[in-house]
Structure formats: C-alpha cells, structure tokens
C-alpha cells in the first residue's frame, strides 16, 4: 500500500496474524525484495517464523523464493489476482490504515 512520503519511507507493509489479527504495521523505502525481506526478518525475529505465509501475487517473486530457502518447511499461500476478497482479513485491515490517512 502506497502512503503520503515521508523522507525515504513511500510504502507501508501490513503483516498480520491469521489466527489472532494481530497486525504489524512498518514503512519500507520501496517495494525491492531486499527491502522487504529486512522487514519480514526483523518480524520474524521478534515473533518467530509463521508455518503459512499468504502473500499477495506482488511479492511472490525474489524475497518470497529466499525466504522458501531459509525456512523450507515454510508453506506459501497466494491470493487470487485482482481479487481482494481472497484477503480479507488484511484488506480490512488496510482500510483502517487508509481511514487514518496515513
């Protein structure tokens, strides 16, 4: 999701828990899988490596691969193509986030 820039930092990242809800918001200073995957590392870090990773068709691609190599027992879930309603959870989480004008 695209925010208002703030310095470097253009993109917001939404991680969230499938089961609790429990949503993790950070910025990113662009949408490379390097950049991506420091964030993912630093949550994973913090909270452990989730068992199912559900991703949209946006970051299949690079980090998501890396992160297969890093936890093989990581299962990948990917949402339909221009079909949100396959992620709903965390889109109803980002129209909270669109909601507070971030």
């Known amino acids: 999701m695209q925010s ?4 470097s930092h253009k993109w917001i990242m939404v991680y969230q828990c499938h089961f ?19 964030q993912l590392l630093d949550i994973f870090l913090l909270f452990g490596t989730p068992s199912i990773l559900q991703s949209d068709k946006e ?19 990917h949402g339909r193509p221009r079909h949100p309603q396959s992620q709903g959870s965390i889109e109803r989480a980002n129209g ?4 507070l004008d971030v």
Request: charged share 20%; proline share 4%.
């Open 59 to 77: 970051f299949t691609a690079g980090v998501i691969k890396n992160l297969k190599l890093l936890w093989p027992q990581l299962t990948m879930v």
């Open 4 to 7: 208002k820039p703030c310095r």
């Open 96 to 99: 909270d986030i669109n909601f």
């Open 20 to 38: 609790t809800k429990f949503v993790i918001i950070c910025t990113v200073s662009s949408k490379r899988a390097s950049d991506v995957a420091f």
